[in-house]
Structures are given as C-alpha cells and as structure tokens.
C-alpha cells in the first residue's frame, strides 16, 4: 500500500524542504526560534517556487518517514491556519526526539485508558449478572459500550 510519503517523495520536493529548512534556521538565528511566521506563498516568492510546490514540499515534510530519513522535518499545522500567524515550526535534534516522545507518553495514556475500560464494563457485566429486568438491560448496554470504547481505541494502538 502506498503512503503519503511514497506519493510525495522526490528529489525535487527534498530540495525545496532543505531550502525552507535552511530558512528557518535563519530565522532561528535572529530570533532564536526555528518558526517561519511566514504564509507558504511568502516563503515560495522567497525561493522562488509556487504555492502548490510549498505545499507539497511542506505536506512531505510533515511525514514519519521523511523525519527518520533525513533528520529533521516541520510540525504539522493540522489545522490549516495560516503559517503567518502560528508558524512553520522546524524540528531537528532533540525536538524531533521530543516529538516521538510525546507520541510514546500518548500511547502510554492510550494503554491506560483502554485498561480502565475493561475495568468498567467488568464492573457493570457483574452488576447486570446480579439484576433482573430494566436495571439489568441497563448495565449491559452500559458494559457493552464501554467494550465498545475498549476495542475501537485498541485499534489505534500500534
């Protein structure tokens, strides 16, 4: 199955990402942040690239594979708010590791939660095994949901 970083991965697209790389560590020399508060049309008139191969080279960048690959990448917005206001944040060293980090201690909550719902939906089977009639109905349905919850959120789970 292809990934997105299969579909975006070229030379070309790597070269861009260098050059906005190279860019935001300028700005981290002046200002001490490696964060372009720049829009992607802002950054391609600088380099001399459109819009569209800004964004691709950026949606690239965002991925795990090209991280591992080169080294370094840029935070993914995921919420489509412009670069000028919140920023191109570039990771490399021990913010790329601080990232993987964070998605580690996520799992690690992820693993918690999933144990505390088999919790819960032992405690209502019990108490549904121990009723009859409505109040019965009730702590199945309640049992069934939370096993509900258990096992969509395990699918995440690597």
């Known amino acids: 199955m292809k990934t997105r970083f299969d579909d975006l991965n070229s030379p070309a697209r790597v070269r861009w990402i260098a050059q906005i790389a190279q860019l935001a560590l300028l700005e981290e020399k002046t200002n001490g942040k490696p964060i372009l508060y720049l829009t992607q049309g802002q950054i391609g008139r600088k380099l001399g690239a459109s819009t569209v191969t800004i964004a691709n080279a950026f949606r690239l960048s965002y991925t795990a594979e090209f991280k591992d690959e080169h080294g370094f990448g840029f935070a993914d917005q995921g919420n ?16 790329l590791n601080a990232e993987q980090e964070t998605l580690d201690q996520v799992e690690y909550i992820d693993t918690i939660i999933v144990d505390h719902l088999r919790g819960v939906q032992e405690t209502y089977t019990g ?32």
């Open 80 to 95: 489509g708010h412009s670069g000028e206001v919140f920023g191109y944040k570039l990771l490399y060293g021990a913010a």
């Open 127 to 158: 108490l549904a095994v121990r009723r009859t009639g409505k109040t019965a109905k009730a702590y199945w349905k309640k049992a069934a949901a939370a096993e509900l919850a258990a096992d969509e959120l395990e699918k995440t789970l690597v």
